[in-house]
């Protein structure tokens, strides 16, 4: 084919409009991919409402990426990958190689990061060039439209526990069960955590359950999430996945003594923690960022290892702004996810 389609917007928080652009050819050490799915994440919003410096219009978002190399660059046979490969690209686009973190080997920190859809082109299109650094190869178990969000929305979760301090038999508590939650959940049970759910409302308890969680904690109830979580003997570890800081905030002093609260949904707010709820109990809090190309296939290997995968709702790439706004109005369950196909 000589052209392929995208949804891009125009301008700042504009409407998805989908056009026809000439095939890009990969440039060495890049592959293009023919694109089979892709999700649609909140941090795309961050991006399509220039919310971050740099941003450059018509803009084409996107990294939650599932599809097939369809053309290799130079160096990238040399690198191992070939025609038909199942890839996928995250919000781990590819690094510089030459900042301090990715001469120390911490690349998803990379002062500067190549993110899909800010960087270069994204995931909402038929076809995209992404660095060889940046793929991952799926399971041939996992169908494209679930490895796209365990690009992004997967890898963090999981990264976010396998790295905190949390071991098999602690009590591990997710703040939220929606796009990321909703995995958090999952990967908690499977890695052997005493797994708590905590959500707005009591309908939310039986879906809880469904996830595999031991305990949920309604947050609108009278008794704080904090008090809660020392009843059940206090949190080793809280994965905040909720993007609201009182909320994430509320959660600390459920921690017990050396606990650690693991923050992965973004929010532009201040949390209102004191230095006197840490240093009395040794608590820690850490930001977490998403992971590597590594990290990716590590986190499908394990979902596919234990029968984990994201909730999601297909649409067609033609329909991607009323996808987007969906995803906007937190009436997805649980990730939208665009195909091609």
Known sequence: MNTYRVAQVATANGSFEVVEREVPRPGPGHVRIAVEACGICHSDAMFVGAGIPGVRFPLVPGHEVAGRVDELGEGAEDSGWSVGDRVTVGWFGGSCRHCTPCRQGDFIVCDNLKIPGYAYDGGFAEAMVAPIDALA?????????????????????????????????????VLGIGGLGHLGVQYAVAMGFETVAIARGADKAEFAQHLGAHHYIDSTEATPVAEALLSLGGARVV??????????????DGLTHRGELVVIGASPDPLGISPLQLIMRGRNVRGHPSGTARDVQDTMAFSVLH????????????????????????AARFRMVLTTG
């Open 137 to 173: 190869r799926i399971p041939e178990a996992l169908a494209a439209t679930d490895a796209g969000p365990m690009a992004c929305a997967g890898v963090t979760a999981y990264n976010g526990l396998r790295r905190s301090p949390a071991r098999p038999g602690d009590l591990v508590a």
């Open 239 to 252: 994965l905040a996945t909720a993007g609201h800081s009182d909320a994430i905030a509320a959660t600390v």
């Open 307 to 330: 029968g984990i995968r994201p909730m999601v709702e297909t649409v067609p790439l033609g329909e991607a702004d009323a996808a987007y706004r969906k995803m906007l109005s937190g």
